[in-house]
């Protein structure tokens, strides 16, 4: 089995920094690594990420994060990204990770996303150029996030957004937002691969589970849904019998895939 | 036929959803501001009191003569009781 640990929307600040310590901590015991799902800061500062990095840096378990559309807000997010390398986590964006758990070895593919919505009540390619950037942005992040799942060697594969794949898991939030909250396209991807789990976050009045239509279990992790530091799932080994995940070229242990 | 007063009423809504996250010191996507006659009642969940309260302040300086009542709560960071098997 593998333990995936994860949370999103933590919103870091000085003002909260070493509320989350305490639980990370005791993470050795609990999982064999933290997903970090996006919104990781209020307002995308490189000061709020060395918040982050101060928070959940040197824990005892591999850290892997996307960033969210709070983690943009200042228009630095290649900053933002090097602070938290700086503190060995390592950010996600249309790549994927694969690293060693005892005896199996864990697959972690990730983009942001985006939003437009969901199937039958999406956007479309269609009219002004400022719709058409809308949607394409979206279809890239999504085929970005195919390749990554697919480019990865590994037993057992999840995909990480901060946007989310599904409609389920945005239950309780306001219809009228749900084409900015997450996009059918991320579902269908992660649907293309052997994925086992999907977290995400974003949607904070939303609820925790969902599948996407290919019958993969989808994690709302926002921390005002899980009420928690972090959900733990705990994953099975697939049996030998089964098809295995690898399809592609992916890197081997502890590889990142950062070009496709 | 709508009222001069609701068409008011909705600019405000949407004029007070907008400056909680547009606002630099506030920032915040999911809180919900509800709307009765004397009264605000704020909903939603923040990581810190102090951004609880700097919610509460800012919406009480748009409607001076609105007792707000501020249900916001700052979630939790407990150690989570068991894993989820997903198979």
Known sequence: MIRVAAVGDVHMDVDVLGRYRPSLEQLGGTADVLLLAGDLTRHGTVDEAQCVAREFGDLPVPVIAVLGNHDHHSDQPREVTKVLASAGITVLEGDGITISCRDAKLGVAGVKGFGGGFAGRCASMFGEPEIKDFVRTTERSANRLQAALLSLDCDVLVAMTHYAPVPDTLCGEPLEIYPFLGSYLLGHAIDAAPTALAVHGHAHAGVERGITPGGVRVRNVAHPVIRQAYSVYQLELPSASRMPVSQGAGRGIDSLSNDV | ?87
């Open chain 2, 1 to 87: 036929m709508v009222s001069e007063a609701r068409i008011s009423d909705e600019y405000a809504d949407a004029a007070v959803h907008r400056m909680l996250t547009e606002d630099g010191s506030i920032c915040e996507q999911g809180i919900e501001v509800i709307r009765r006659d004397s009264l605000i009642v704020l909903r939603g969940q923040v990581e810190s009191a102090a951004r609880r309260d700097a919610i509460a302040a800012r919406v009480a300086a748009e409607f001076p003569d609105r007792h707000v009542q501020n249900d916001i709560v700052v979630t939790t960071v407990a150690v989570p009781p068991e894993p989820e098997v997903i198979s």
